[in-house]
């Protein structure tokens, strides 16, 4: 018997930023970069809020993210997302995006995150907004520390390969699954499901929602943290949350071990 799943990206369809470039404060106050990389990164994310990010601007954070986290240790990292987590995420989260979650959850569905931002940052906000599974880019490790080579790159087709390995692994039926997202540089992702929607979408991915007949939505109403966790915990409790997430996320993991061994290449 097929099921079905709704898959979110995360950065201005649940959070109203880049999750990613939202942790430069504190990798910078934990010794992990310079006040440099700090303005850096809140140019980005500037850049990121008002106007989007095409595919060559994602190829270059892709290439900067790359080199800034190589020799990075990778516990350091997993401690400050966890000790800042609450703080950085808690403006950030679109309660349009958790009614949705909320929705999808008690109508039997799978709820998952896929995002290009590093998994150590994506699977801590996926368990504290109750989702299934949550996926992020994969940075390769050795001895504790990144090497900077990226395994997978959660990004365009990427995405879409990705759902495709998870839909076989857990008998999802794509035409019967939903996504969701804000760029044009998910249409792959958008495209592989029956019931894609656009979220806050960029002027490209609007044009092609337009002429496609797609849904579009906008998302404006942040919630605060503690009122969306009690919200979730009316739908899941919070074991079975942190229990769903580690199995999904051990499942990702099987399946992108052969996918990024079919795509690997120079990064």
Not at 26 to 33: D, E, Q, S
Not at 119 to 137: C, K, N, S
Request: glycine residues 8%; charged residues 25%; hydrophobic residues 45%.
């Amino acid at each position: 018997m097929t099921r079905s799943a709704a898959f979110f990206d995360l950065d201005k369809t649940i959070l109203a930023k880049s999750s990613s470039l939202a942790f430069a404060r504190p990798f910078y106050k934990g010794g992990l970069i310079g006040r440099a990389d700090v303005l850096k990164s809140a140019y980005a994310q500037f850049t990121y809020v008002t106007a989007g990010a095409d595919h060559d601007q994602l190829e270059t954070m892709r290439h900067y993210m790359s080199e800034l986290v190589k020799g990075w240790d990778v516990e350091t990292v997993r401690q400050i997302v966890a000790e800042t987590l609450d703080e950085i995420v808690d403006p950030m989260v679109y309660e349009e995006a958790v009614d949705l979650i909320e929705e999808h959850k008690e109508a039997g569905r799978d709820v998952i995150i896929i995002s290009s931002s590093g998994t150590e940052v994506v699977e801590p906000i996926g368990e504290r907004l109750g989702v299934d599974r949550a996926l992020g880019t994969q940075v390769a490790i050795v001895d504790g520390k990144y090497t900077g080579e990226i395994l997978f790159y959660a990004y365009g087709e990427g995405k879409a390969e990705a759902m495709r390995v998870l839909a076989e692994e857990n008998d999802y039926d794509l035409a019967d699954c939903y996504a969701y997202s804000d760029s044009m540089t998910d249409l792959p992702m958008l495209d592989v499901v029956g019931h894609p929607v656009c979220v806050n979408p960029d002027a490209a991915l609007r044009k092609v929602a337009v002429e496609r007949g797609w849904p579009i939505v906008d998302f404006a109403r942040p919630v605060a943290m503690p009122t969306m966790r009690q919200r979730i915990s009316a739908v899941n409790t919070a074991q079975h949350r942190r229990t769903a997430l580690r199995v999904g996320a051990a499942t990702v993991a099987l399946g992108l071990a052969w996918y990024a061994g079919r795509r690997r290449g120079p990064v």
